[in-house]
């Protein structure tokens, strides 16, 4: 399908969208941001038979293959026109949802990228590039693949390691379906008399599905600057294992991991890094290529067109990615609305790269009180995130279930552990983002 280039102010678009939180408002819920509004309406489940509105809220739909019955978010029923309508939807039994007609692409207030490598980009806000399909499926298989076997090997720590003593070869337990129980640490060890126990509900991601919450703003990293986020460091705040936890196997906790850290280890309590160690731990040099590449293949020059960081000119030589984390999705999961403020540059890029099933992005402005735009992120999808853009809110209200590409597939042809991999992502969704902590030249005191 043709998509129609417009040239616009990515700022014109932020304008034109601002009708589309009044509904809320009249509705008695003027109490709610309207980001939060567009939260409230993907994440929406209270009808079974009835998916959230994709053209409500006019969803960027970008890396949609060309040919509709290739589309697996029209295969799924996401833009059916029983999603737009008011009330309740009766089905007969056994009877499909009506898939409908996709909508032409919207590109009003985007700006089509000519990336240096050929691809194609969009700038969907400033700073914020959208390049869909920058893996191929092979290659987003290979890396899912480096995610689940190697990146969630010690000494990364996982979401899951402060509360379990977890084998060194947990994903090949999950391939291998071992009956092994795995214990929780609360049952092994108890606290020292030296340790500062820190509420672990106060220290989880702004991942959740409730809808009760207070959220809590930290000041960027650069702001804080390195001495006293090193303070921080040295008073020995740690998480204390929940002793509400059951032995499980690997099976049941490879549903129930929510991160891998990569590089310098973010610490949720603080919410900043730990500069403790005089070296990081190794970033992965396959992922760190990976997001190399998309800067070096970036055209920032119309990226920005002079109106970026003073340094924004030699990232594509002096960008080098130290730290990340991979975000594991199972399909009800969200990641509520925050913004990315830990690194010591704040302006340098992001790079997330999206794998297995689609999902909604809701990119915003530095304030919940502007409206979002909703982007479709495929499987294959890079965005990146720099400049200004590195203090936009975002996050993901929903994982758009139905949506797995067909290379994600189990074939007769496949080994085991590609199997268990296809088998993992079969009812999941992982997002891999990488950024860089100190600017170019930083010397750490001491």
């Given at each position: 399908?043709?998509i ?13 969208m ?11 819920e ?15 489940r209270?009808?079974?038979?009835k ?7 006019r ?6 293959p ?6 697996e ?5 996401w833009?059916?026109?029983?999603n737009?309508?008011a009330?309740?939807v009766?089905r ?17 207030g ?23 399909g ?7 298989l290979?890396l899912?693949?480096a ?5 969630t090997?010690?000494?990364n ?12 070869d ?5 391939i ?15 606290a ?17 599905t ?17 001495e ?12 204390q294992?929940?002793?509400k ?10 549903k ?8 310098w280890?973010?610490?949720w ?11 990081p ?6 992922l760190?290529?990976?997001c ?13 067109e002079?109106?970026g960081p003073?340094?924004?000119?030699a990232w ?8 990340g984390i ?5 399909l009800?999961d969200t990641?509520?609305?925050?913004v990315?403020r ?14 297995g099933?689609?999902a909604v ?6 304030s919940?009180?502007d ?46 552990e590609?199997?268990g ?16 902590v100190?600017?170019?030249g ?5």
């Amino acid at each position: 399908m043709p998509i129609k280039e417009n040239m616009s102010s990515v700022t014109n678009q932020r304008g034109d969208m601002k009708d589309l939180t009044t509904e809320g408002v009249k509705n008695g819920e003027s109490s709610h941001t309207p980001f939060r509004l567009t939260e409230k309406h993907f994440k929406n489940r209270s009808q079974p038979l009835k998916l959230p509105s994709l053209r409500l809220h006019r969803v960027l739909d970008l890396s949609r293959p060309d040919q509709v019955a290739d589309d697996e978010v029209w295969k799924a029923g996401w833009w059916s026109p029983e999603n737009d309508t008011a009330g309740r939807v009766r089905r007969g039994k056994g009877k499909e949802r009506e898939r409908g007609e996709r909508p032409e692409v919207e590109t009003e207030g985007l700006k089509l990228l000519r990336m240096n490598d050929g691809r194609i980009g969009w700038l969907v806000a400033p700073g914020c590039i959208l390049v869909p399909g920058y893996l191929d499926p092979a290659g987003q298989l290979d890396l899912l693949r480096a995610a689940l076997t190697r990146y969630t090997l010690p000494p990364n720590p996982l979401s899951l390691s402060t509360h379990y003593a977890l084998p060194n070869d947990l994903f090949q337990k999950y391939i291998e379906e071992s009956t092994e129980v795995i214990q929780p640490l609360h049952e092994l060890r108890s606290a020292g008399p030296d340790t500062r126990a820190v509420d672990t509900k106060a220290t989880q991601t702004t991942r959740s599905t409730t809808s009760s919450r207070t959220t809590i703003e930290t000041e960027p990293g650069a702001v804080v600057g390195y001495e006293e986020i090193l303070a921080k460091n040295k008073l020995g705040l740690v998480d204390q294992p929940s002793d509400k936890l059951k032995p499980k196997r690997a099976e049941e906790l490879m549903k129930e991991i929510r991160w891998a850290n990569l590089g310098w280890v973010y610490q949720w309590t603080t919410k900043a890094y730990d500069f403790t160690p005089d070296v990081p731990i190794p970033f992965p040099a396959d992922l760190r290529d990976i997001c190399k590449d998309v800067v070096r293949s970036t055209p920032w020059d119309e990226v920005f067109e002079t109106k970026g960081p003073e340094d924004y000119a030699a990232w594509e030589k002096d960008y080098g990615p130290d730290t990340g984390i991979v975000n594991f999705y199972q399909l009800n999961d969200t990641l509520m609305a925050h913004v990315d403020r830990a690194e010591l540059d704040p302006s340098r890029p992001l790079v997330s790269i999206s794998l297995g099933h689609a999902a909604v992005f809701l990119l915003g402005s530095q304030s919940r009180y502007d409206p979002p735009r909703p982007i479709i992120l495929r499987s294959g999808d890079v965005l990146i995130m720099s400049g200004k853009g590195r203090q936009f809110y975002h996050g993901v209200p929903r994982i758009l279930e139905g949506t797995l590409p067909a290379a994600f597939q189990i074939n007769d042809g496949d080994d085991v552990e590609t199997k268990g991999i296809k088998r993992w992502i079969s009812t999941a969704r992982m997002n891999i983002n990488a950024r860089q902590v100190f600017p170019p030249g930083f010397k750490r005191p001491g």
